[in-house]
Structure formats: structure tokens, C-alpha cells
């Protein structure tokens, strides 16, 4: 019989599985909807997806308490407003991918400015290893043709300042009712944009909504439940490992659905970044008889 670590790892592997499919999914639903208003309506139906399973804690949480949530979802909207619309532009999501994932570096340098949290000597040594990453990215094409990669580091900038303040808030109210606030308000704040900026067009193909759905219920709602069940019950650094498979997922989806090819120099740029991810997760363990710890 599985111990209950070893099923909450399977379980946060299947989420990342989930997490990489919600980014062909997404790609595959803007070629008939426009990108705010997909996700308008993707966010919005996906926390009344999620609300039956934190509705008493909603009834029971203070006012205060879920305005300051409804709050931080708009750091949230602004991450995945710069994410969809990178989507829109790019070619290459296995590279977008391994972009956002960055968020996971930018973390401590935002907690430092912010909280004034010194990062962990870990930090340091995988900060430069990701920028020569990130470097390999840009400078293997032409910076017109990288466009998009703008979006896609401002998707990982306010994920990662939306990730410090939203731990600050994450001990007031029940994890499952947090997200379910934040996703709604994501959901009201682009729809509103998209009213504003968008036209939806007069038809829309029923393939299109398939794969609206398939973003709401499999990439959205159960992705979220998955990632919360996973993490209660998996050791926090094991956690961390695991969720650095999406954009390697994302890549090779990438390549299998859309037939991407990724330059040489971008493959070593996505192997800089996943080194740069697996030395800060673990500490700079990767290396025999090396162990960093916090100054």
C-alpha cells in the first residue's frame, strides 16, 4: 500500500501534467476567443467550480479578511493578463514556460525589497546560473521575434510578488477559500478589461469551447485542488521539485502538439534555468558533500 507521502508526490506530478496541458489548452482556445475574455470567463467558472468546497469557510471568514484576498488577486490578474497575452504572440511555449518559472528566483529578491527577507546563499548561486539561461533565450534569435518574452518575465514578476504577499495572507483564511476568492477576482478584473478592449466574435466554433472547458475543469479547477491536497501531504522541499517539471511537461508537449523546434541555443537556455530552479530547490545539494545554508 502507498505511504502517504509517495501518493502525494503522484499527485503533485499529475498536477504539473495538468499545468502543462492548461498551456495547450489555453493556446488552443484563443484561436476563437479573444484572450482576456477567455480567461475572463475561464477564472470565473472556475472558482464556482471550486466555491461548494469552501463555502462554509466563506460564510464564516470576516469581511476584512476576504477583501485584503479579493486584494491580492489583483496582483494575481495582472501575472496572468502579461501570461495570456505572451500566449497570444508566441510560438514557443516550452520557452515561455521555462520563462515563468523564473518566478520561483524573482521570490526572494521581491522579500528582501519588500519584508526585507535576506535571500538564502542558494539564491545567489542560482541567480546567475538562470540569467545565463535567460541570456541563451533572448540572444538565440532576433529581439523582434522574442517579443513576447517581455510578457512572459513580467507574468514571472508579479507571480513572484504576488507569491510574498499572498504568504503574508495565506494564515488568515483556509488555503482552498484563498484561491477560490483570488480566481474570481482574476475572473472580474480581465473580464472587465476585456469588455473594455475586446470584441467576442459573432461565431464561435464548438471545438473552441471544448477546450474552454477542458481550461476550466481540468487546467484551472482540478489543477488547484490537486496542488492543494499534494502539498498537504508532501514534505515541503519535495513539493518544490516536483512543481519544476511544468515547463519541462510544457516542452515536450509543445514539441509533440505543435511540432515546436527549439533552437540549440535555446535548449541550453531551458537547461541553465531548470539547473538554475534544481540548485535553489535544493539548496545547492545537487553537488556531492555541498550543502549552502542560510547566512
Request: hydrophobic share 55%; charged share 10%; aromatic share 12%.
Amino acid at each position: 500500500m502507498l505511504n502517504t507521502e509517495y501518493k502525494s508526490s503522484l499527485i503533485l506530478v499529475m498536477t504539473t501534467i495538468l499545468a502543462a496541458f492548461g498551456w495547450i489548452f489555453s493556446k488552443e482556445a484563443i484561436q476563437g476567443l479573444p484572450p482576456f475574455g477567455f480567461i475572463g470567463l475561464r477564472f470565473i467558472l472556475a472558482s464556482l467550480c471550486l466555491l461548494p468546497l469552501c463555502y462554509k469557510s466563506l460564510v464564516k471568514a470576516r469581511l476584512k479578511d476576504i477583501t485584503s484576498a479579493a486584494m491580492v488577486g489583483c496582483l494575481l490578474a495582472g501575472a496572468i493578463m502579461n501570461w495570456i497575452y505572451a500566449i497570444s504572440i508566441s510560438d514557443t511555449l516550452g520557452e515561455g514556460a521555462f520563462i515563468v518559472s523564473l518566478s520561483m528566483l524573482i521570490v526572494p529578491l521581491v522579500g528582501w525589497l519588500l519584508f526585507k527577507e535576506r535571500p538564502q546563499r542558494a539564491f545567489w548561486l542560482s541567480l546567475p546560473v538562470a540569467m545565463i539561461g535567460l541570456a541563451f533565450l533572448s540572444l538565440s534569435g532576433s529581439w523582434q521575434q522574442s517579443s513576447s518574452q517581455f510578457f512572459f518575465i513580467g507574468c514571472a514578476t508579479m507571480l513572484a510578488l504576488h507569491f510574498n504577499v499572498n504568504r503574508k495572507y495565506a494564515q488568515k483564511l483556509p488555503v482552498l477559500l484563498l484561491t477560490t476568492i483570488q480566481l474570481f477576482t482574476v475572473g472580474c478584473l480581465v473580464s472587465l478589461f476585456s469588455l473594455i478592449t475586446e470584441d467576442f466574435p459573432a461565431v464561435i466554433e464548438p471545438s473552441i469551447w471544448v477546450w474552454f472547458a477542458l481550461s476550466v475543469v481540468l487546467a484551472t479547477s482540478l489543477r488547484y485542488v490537486m496542488q492543494t491536497l499534494g502539498q498537504k501531504g508532501a514534505a515541503a522541499g519535495t513539493a518544490a521539485l516536483i512543481m519544476i517539471l511544468e515547463p519541462v511537461w510544457t516542452v515536450i508537449l509543445s514539441i509533440l502538439w505543435y511540432g515546436e523546434q527549439l533552437s540549440t541555443g535555446k535548449l541550453i537556455g531551458c537547461g541553465f534555468i531548470l539547473l538554475a530552479l534544481v540548485l535553489y530547490r535544493t539548496q545547492g545539494r545537487l553537488f556531492k558533500g555541498f550543502t549552502l545554508r542560510h547566512r
